[in-house]
């Protein structure tokens, strides 16, 4: 009885532990992180290094959004994976996006630049990895096939010209 006891307990400790394990980075979303270029050093990865250009000025808060690049997740509401913030600065700016594995990803970068949390359509500015058109038609969302690229084990780079109205 006392040995049947301790392997129920132990049974049940191993349950509670693995409930309160964090999910596999593949199935979570909405992490806030902070621009760590060592996680694009050589040899680091899976990665993308994103030089953002044309930042029209230093105020307000740039802020860059990792995506999976399929039609599901692609600018989905609470559907990024990765996110991060930083005070904008006038021409070009260099963020480290760390990716959970290799796969196809996409990049949404917008600058606040009031840095009053909302989206000014006239003010703030936007931009997205493979630098699609954005036009009335698409209401800047082009499709995620537009956007997609591909992710190794590596370092990938990658330029994104910002666009304002």
């Not at 990024?80 to 990716?99: D, Q, V």
């Not at 630098?131 to 956007?147: A, D, E, F, H, M």
Request: with cysteine.
């Amino acid at each position: 009885m006392k040995r049947t006891l301790v392997a129920t307990t132990g049974l049940a400790a191993l349950a509670l532990t693995a409930l309160a394990a964090p999910a596999p980075a593949e199935a979570q979303y909405r992490q806030k992180i902070s621009n760590n270029p060592a996680k694009c050093a050589a040899g680091a990865g899976p990665a993308v290094r994103v030089t953002v250009t044309d930042i029209r000025e230093s105020t307000g808060t740039m802020r860059v959004q990792s995506y999976r690049g399929t039609k599901e997740d692609w600018l989905e509401k609470g559907k990024w994976i990765y996110r991060m913030e930083a005070p904008a600065k006038a021409g070009s700016m260099t963020f480290c996006m760390p990716l959970p594995r290799p796969g196809t990803y996409a990049i949404a970068v917008r600058h606040d630049v009031n840095g009053n949390g909302d989206t000014d359509i006239f003010a703030d500015g936007g931009a997205m990895s493979n630098n699609p058109s954005i036009n009335i038609w698409n209401l800047g969302k082009p499709s995620y096939k537009k956007t997609r690229f591909d992710v190794g084990p590596g370092v990938e780079s990658i330029s994104i010209r910002m666009r304002y109205r």
